[in-house]
């Protein structure tokens, strides 16, 4: 029996979030109109981690209504005081600033919920120490540095029984659920999918190491308390073994995570090559290529993802469903998107003319090379896009879902529970890379 | 004869070289300024499906740009972030510059266009022009030092046909 990852009630989800969202564009308007609104409406919110990253999560909160931003925790002064000036300069007053979460939860009353964007070998103790408060938690994926941190989340979660989202925001990106829903399951136009290639291909002047301005490096006891060794680790801490997965985690689990949610299925096997081709002195690896296995209920698949940090050739990121009768390459940019047919395929008219599909124009046909030897290439697919956009930020929906189910009025997209099943096999990649053996998951591999 | 009639033709000439350098210089200026307050609002039309609005919450893609106030950014988000980074680069002076950028760029911009205190205007641009040189140099955009340098020569030759600068509101400076 083909074991499957454990399936959200669509329906539910839908029912739940549209009317959530419904109530989010009723009351939403401009900030005036929702900061005179009732205190007691508002979820009362922490934001841990004010960096990079919780700087984009806030810009998209600040399009969701409803919400006061209570306090800011960091420890980095720097990072601190900027995310404290953004919020007042949104909500026109002052969140309360922390510099350890501990004592943020010990003082804070109030809180409703937290947003974790630490880096991820804290995600674990983060999210642990904020559920067992009685929060409940979004947290930026990767979930944690080790598969046994997860593990620890998804036990917090479940035992506080508060909520516990995990940011893969794909899976709340309209884009990705109409791609699922109507196009894969529902009109099939894939046919079988037999092959899966995913990629991250980033730049090496985007990877490199970020650098600092002396006069703000945090003391280092506060440092060593936190586990960085010195500031150059603290700032590039995505590069270290022991504080990350490094590119695989964090850039390939967002888009292996649609691999396991589209095929609905987990792998059998990863087999992973990876190098240090040009940053010779990092711990992790700077290009990885994974191939992983799959036995779905329509049959055989293989999933092949490449993330690369060192050049941008090959187009950019993107996940592409590569079927009998057609193939769906879905990115979170438009622009890296596409859907094609294959010429054997049944017409898609009826799906254009309905408005699942917008219809590419033909290519023009190339002429034929001098010279050039008959061969078996087949003919050339029809272009087709997506019929529709998303008009936020990426981050908002998986937002908008997490805080319309803190309010009762939807389902979690990501709980930590499905977003676990989902990681569980990026946990191995490196293992295979680094003993350049095939992987065969067992229960024991990707079970919690 | 011939020399006086030669002597008013490169008048005329230079006349209109100082009169095309300003307008130039100034519409650059202006323009740059102005763009420092654009963005893009995604278009939030609902897309229809078998004659329905989705549920999915798709929208008609593309984007419209518009300008307003709150979207100014005198340094593009993206070099700020590298600006902050660099030692040699004030923590305070950074946002300040950033917020007399675009003003400073449209002041300038109309002042050089309309003829006031044209030789001072350009100077002024052309310091404005060297410190976004320094910044660029201090992040290695060797194109965009460059590129600022054909305009420091543009602001030059202006400044070097000032006897030639007609059709002013402010002759003095």
């Known amino acids: ?448 | 004869m011939s020399n006086e009639s030669s002597c008013e033709t490169n008048q005329l000439a230079f006349t209109y070289g100082a009169l095309l350098l300003r307008i130039w210089l100034g519409v650059r200026s202006v323009q740059t300024g102005i763009e420092k307050f654009a963005g893009s609002a995604a278009s939030d039309q609902a897309v229809k499906i078998d004659g329905a609005v989705n549920s999915y919450g798709l929208t008609s893609g593309g984007s419209v740009k518009h300008y307003a106030l709150e979207n100014y950014h005198g340094v593009p988000e993206a070099l700020m972030a590298k600006f902050t980074a660099e030692p040699l680069m004030l923590k305070v002076a950074l946002p300040l510059y950033d917020k007399v950028l675009g003003p400073s760029l449209l002041v300038l911009g109309v002042a050089i266009l309309l003829g006031i205190a044209s030789r001072t205007s350009l100077f002024l641009l052309g310091l404005l022009y060297t410190s976004l040189t320094w910044g660029l140099i201090l992040i290695k955009q060797d194109e965009g030092v460059s590129w600022l340098g054909v305009h420091m020569i543009l602001v030059v030759m202006a400044l070097a046909l000032s006897n030639h600068n007609r059709f002013t509101l402010l002759k003095k400076w």
């Not at chain 1, 959530?20 to 007691?40: E, F, K, M, N, W």
């Not at chain 1, 272009?383 to 009025?409: C, I, T, W």
């Open chain 1, 1 to 448: 029996m083909t074991p499957s990852l454990t399936p959200l009630n669509r329906r539910d989800f839908l029912s739940k979030t549209a009317a959530g969202i419904g109530a989010g564009l009723v009351l939403g308007a401009p900030r005036t109109a929702h900061a005179a609104s009732d205190a007691a409406d508002k979820i009362h919110v922490a934001l841990v981690g004010a960096g990079k990253q919780g700087r984009v999560l806030f810009e998209a909160m600040s399009n969701i209504p409803g919400l006061h931003f209570q306090a800011i925790c960091d420890i980095w002064d720097y990072n601190r005081q900027g995310g404290i000036a953004k919020v007042r300069a949104f909500q026109g007053h002052t969140p309360k600033g922390y510099s350890d979460i501990d004592e943020m939860l010990a003082t804070e009353k109030g809180l409703d919920a937290v947003i974790i964007s630490t880096p991820d070998f804290w995600h674990s103790p983060h999210t642990v120490k904020c559920l067992e408060a009685g929060l409940n938690v979004y947290c930026e994926k990767m979930m944690s540095d080790t598969i046994d941190g997860a593990r620890a989340m998804v036990h917090a979660m479940e035992k506080s029984g508060k909520l516990c989202q995990i940011g893969h925001q794909r899976r709340s990106n309209p884009r990705y659920r109409y791609v699922l829903d109507q196009l894969i399951n529902g009109s099939k136009i894939c046919g079988q999918i037999v092959n899966v290639n995913g990629q991250w291909n980033r730049a090496v002047n985007s990877s490199q190491d970020i650098g600092f301005n002396p006069k703000l490096t945090i003391k280092q006891d506060i440092l060593t308390k936190y586990g960085f060794r010195d500031m150059q680790q603290f700032m590039n801490w995505r590069t270290y073994r022991d504080l990350s997965g490094g590119p695989i985690s964090d850039l390939g689990a967002h888009q292996i995570d649609i691999f396991n949610w589209f095929l609905g299925v987990p792998p059998k096997s990863v087999f992973a090559s990876g190098g240090h081709d040009f940053f010779k002195n990092r711990e992790h690896f700077d290009n990885v290529m994974a191939i992983f296995d799959y036995d779905t209920p329509q049959g055989g698949v293989r999933a092949f993802y490449q993330v690369l940090t060192t050049t941008s050739a090959g187009g950019g990121y993107y996940e592409s469903f590569m079927g009998t009768q057609g193939n769906i390459r879905i990115s979170e940019q438009t622009a890296y998107t596409s859907i094609y047919r294959e010429d054997s395929a049944p017409s898609w008219d009826s799906l254009v003319s309905r408005g699942l599909l917008k219809k590419q124009p033909a290519p023009p046909k190339p002429e034929p090379a001098p010279g050039a030897i008959a061969s078996y290439e087949s003919a050339a697919a029809e272009a087709f896009e997506l019929p529709g956009d998303l008009s936020k930020p990426p981050h908002q929906p998986h937002l908008e879902n997490f805080f319309a189910a803190v309010r009762g009025q939807a389902t979690l997209t990501c709980d930590a529970r499905h977003a676990f099943e989902s990681e569980a096999p990026i946990y191995w990649v490196n293992p295979s890379a680094l003993s350049r053996q095939p992987i065969e998951f067992t229960a024991q591999h990707l079970t919690v």
